[in-house]
């Protein structure tokens, strides 16, 4: 059975630090785009960075760069997303996901080939 579990998720301060990691399993981890969505209470689901495992490309959502870091351990089948310098603004329920396609710019949710459960980021100001 293919798995995404992700978890790490919690309450934390503005201009804290979360890691959130993303473990699979059930698939060829090294064939596949691996990465972060999120959604906010009332708003659309979006990509916030993804990696692909192919060629080691990256994508980070423009409201991200420099904040967050996507990473991985293949042996593991691991994908993590280090954030800092949280903000309340990203307040999210944060969801892994895998393509079998190439990495997009900008990410895009739809027709993602796995989701996992997500995980509840909550920044307070």
């Known amino acids: 059975d293919v798995q995404l579990q992700a978890s790490g998720g919690g309450l934390v301060q503005a201009g804290g630090s979360l890691t959130l990691s993303c473990a699979a399993s059930?698939?060829?981890?090294?064939?596949?785009?691996i990465g972060w969505f999120r959604q906010a209470p009332g708003k659309e689901r979006e990509g916030v960075s993804c990696?692909?495992?192919?060629?080691?490309?990256?994508y980070y959502a423009d409201s991200v760069k420099g904040r967050f870091t996507v990473s991985s351990d293949s042996t593991k089948n691991i994908l993590y997303l280090q954030m800092n310098s949280l903000k309340p603004e990203d307040t999210a329920v944060y969801y892994c996901?895998?393509?079998?396609?190439?990495?997009?710019?900008?990410?895009?949710?739809?027709?993602?080939?796995?989701w996992g459960k997500g995980t509840l980021v909550t920044v307070s100001s």
């Open positions: 996901a895998a393509d079998w396609g190439p990495l997009s710019s900008p990410w895009q949710p739809y027709g993602m080939d796995y």
């Open positions: 990696i692909s495992m192919r060629d080691g490309r990256r």
């Open positions: 059930g698939f060829n981890f090294g064939d596949y785009t």
